[in-house]
């Protein structure tokens, strides 16, 4: 949405992967109580990379540097379908 201009937020308001709704629930909320299983463990870096490739997106196309960011929005989708793809198995493994 930022980055066609249809949200007002800016950088800044991405930076931090412990303060969206995931990180919240994963650092301090109800995630915990499932600390011990692979995939919860296996969240955090690909939730980071979400967070780092989506801020260098935004940098990059502030910079009007389209390839650049592109590029960034490429890694931002894949390390979020590796989240997606950890968060099915934590949901089938808490059943």
């Not at 260098?56 to 989240?83: F, G, H, I, P, T």
Request: with cysteine; hydrophobic share 35%; charged share 35%.
């Amino acid at each position: 949405a930022v980055m066609f201009d249809s949200s007002d937020k800016s950088v800044d308001d991405f930076a931090r992967h412990t303060e969206c709704r995931l990180g919240k629930w994963y650092y301090q909320g109800d995630g915990r109580q499932y600390a011990d299983l692979p995939a919860f463990k296996g969240l955090e870096e690909p939730h980071k990379r979400v967070h780092a490739a989506g801020i260098e997106a935004m940098l990059a196309a502030q910079n009007n540097d389209a390839r650049s960011s592109r590029k960034s929005l490429k890694k931002m989708e894949d390390a979020s379908v590796e989240v997606f793809r950890l968060l099915s198995k934590l949901d089938q493994a808490a059943r």
